[in-house]
C-alpha cells in the first residue's frame, strides 16, 4: 500500500486532556477510489483537506454512508480493535441499501491495520482513552443528473476520544417527526438519516432534552431507539430492548450487551415496545432502570423519559444492570478482562 507519512505530526501540540468528541483529528487517512467499476489501490496520506467538484453528487443527493468504530490500547501497549467484522459488514448492507459498490474486505481490513499502525500514538492507553476510527463512502462523479454515481470514494480517518460523559440524560418521546420510516433507510448508516434528525433534536434540545427517543413512523407508539444509541429498560428484573427491523439501526454495542447479559444470565427480550407499557411500568414501580448503547457512549444511563406533560424520573437502581454491563465491555474492550467473546483483534506492529 502507498504510504505517505505526514512531515509535521499534530500530536505534540495536540490538548489530550481536553478532547471534546471527534473534533481533532489523527495525522494520517486512508483513502480508495472506485472508477470505472472496480476499486483501485487503497493510498495512506497525511490528514487534509481533500478536493470535490461542486457536481459531485454527494453534494446533491447525499449518496453517502459511514460506520463509527473504536480501537482501544491495553497495558502491554498494543491496540486492540473491536469487533471490526461488524463494521465491515455493515458498511456493505448500507452501501448495498444506498447502491454503493461494496468495499473489498481487504482494502477496509488492511487499510484499518495500515492507518492503526502508523498513528498508533494516537491511541492512548491511559483509562478513558480510545481512537475513535470513521470509515466512510460518498458518490465522487460529477453530474446532477438524479442518479447513483459512477465513482465513489472510500476513506478512514481517526480521532482520539476520551471518556464520553454526556451529561445528564433527559429524553423526550418524539410523536411528530420520524427518523426512519418501513422499507427506508433507518436499519443502516445512511449520511441523510442524520441529517433529517438534526432540526428535531434541536427541537428537543431548546426545550431541555439532550435526545428524542425516536417512535414508530405509523403510529407513534412503539418505541425505536433514541439519537446514535439502541435503548433499553428494565422492567423488574427483566431487560427488554426494541428487535430490530428497518428503522431501527443494529447496533454493534447493542449485539455485545445482548451477549453479556445472557452470558451474565440476565433474562432480556427483544420484542416490539409500547410506549404505554412503559409508562405502565413506571406507576407500577416497575421501571427500574433505562439506559443507551452505542459506540461512542458505550452504555449510558437515561435519566429521564418525557411524554406529552409527563416526565418519567428514573432514579438509580444499587444493582445496576447497566452498570454492570458497561464495566465489562469496557474491561474487554481495553484488554483488561478475558475476551470471553473473541471480539477484539490486534493491530499488527509495523516499523
Ligand atoms: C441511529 C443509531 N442507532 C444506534 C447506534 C449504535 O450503534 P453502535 O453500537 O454500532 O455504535 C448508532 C451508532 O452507530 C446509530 O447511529
Redesign the pocket.
Known amino acids: 500500500m502507498k504510504i505517505t507519512k505526514t512531515s509535521i505530526s499534530k500530536l505534540e501540540s495536540t490538548d489530550f486532556s481536553n478532547l471534546p468528541f471527534g473534533t481533532v483529528f489523527s495525522d494520517h487517512m486512508l483513502t480508495c477510489n472506485f472508477k470505472h467499476g472496480k476499486w483501485g489501490d487503497p493510498e495512506v496520506l497525511p490528514y487534509g483537506p481533500i478536493s470535490i467538484a461542486p457536481g459531485a453528487k454527494v453534494l446533491h443527493y447525499g449518496q453517502s454512508v459511514f460506520?463509527?468504530?473504536k480501537a482501544f490500547k491495553n497495558s502491554n501497549n498494543e491496540v486492540l480493535l473491536f469487533r471490526k467484522e461488524?463494521?465491515y459488514k455493515?458498511i456493505n448492507r448500507s452501501a448495498v441499501r444506498l447502491s454503493i459498490p461494496e468495499i473489498p474486505e481487504d482494502i477496509f481490513m488492511n487499510g484499518l491495520d495500515e492507518l492503526l499502525s502508523l498513528d498508533n500514538e494516537w491511541c492512548k492507553a491511559d483509562e478513558g482513552y480510545s481512537l475513535y476510527i470513521r470509515p466512510f463512502i460518498f458518490a465522487s462523479s460529477e453530474g446532477v443528473k438524479a442518479s447513483a454515481s459512477e465513482e465513489y470514494t472510500f476513506m478512514i480517518i481517526t480521532s482520539p476520544s476520551t471518556k464520553y460523559y454526556a451529561g445528564e440524560m433527559n429524553l423526550v418521546v418524539e410523536d411528530h417527526y420520524t427518523?426512519a420510516s418501513k422499507g427506508g433507510v433507518?436499519f443502516v448508516?445512511a449520511a441523510g438519516?442524520?441529517a433529517a434528525s438534526f432540526y428535531p433534536t434541536k427541537k428537543a434540545n431548546a426545550n431541555g432534552f439532550q435526545q428524542v427517543i425516536w417512535t414508530d413512523s405509523v403510529e407513534h407508539k412503539y418505541i425505536e431507539?433514541s439519537?446514535?444509541?439502541?435503548i433499553w429498560f428494565r422492567i423488574g428484573d427483566k431487560l427488554i430492548t426494541p428487535e430490530l427491523s428497518d428503522s431501527?439501526?443494529?447496533?454493534?454495542?447493542?449485539?455485545?450487551v445482548l451477549q453479556l447479559a445472557k452470558y451474565n444470565g440476565i433474562e432480556v427480550e427483544e420484542r416490539r415496545i409500547l410506549v404505554d407499557e412503559i409508562v405502565e411500568a413506571y406507576k407500577s414501580s416497575n421501571l427500574k432502570e433505562a439506559f443507551g448503547?452505542?459506540?461512542?457512549v458505550t452504555v449510558n444511563p437515561i435519566d429521564s423519559i418525557t411524554l406529552g406533560d409527563d416526565k418519567m424520573r428514573i432514579t438509580t437502581v444499587v444493582d445496576s444492570f447497566a452498570l454492570k454491563l458497561k464495566q465489562q465491555l469496557q474491561g474487554i474492550q481495553k484488554g483488561k478482562t478475558e475476551d470471553i467473546f473473541s471480539w477484539n483483534s490486534k493491530v499488527p506492529v509495523k516499523v
Not at 439519537?227 to 439502541?230: D, P, Q, R, V, Y
Not at 431501527?248 to 455485545?256: A, H, P, Q, V, Y
Open positions: 460506520e463509527g468504530m461488524e463494521n455493515r427518523r433507518g448508516k438519516n442524520y431507539e439519537g446514535t444509541m439502541n431501527i439501526l443494529g447496533g454493534i454495542t447493542r449485539d455485545s448503547t452505542g459506540t461512542a
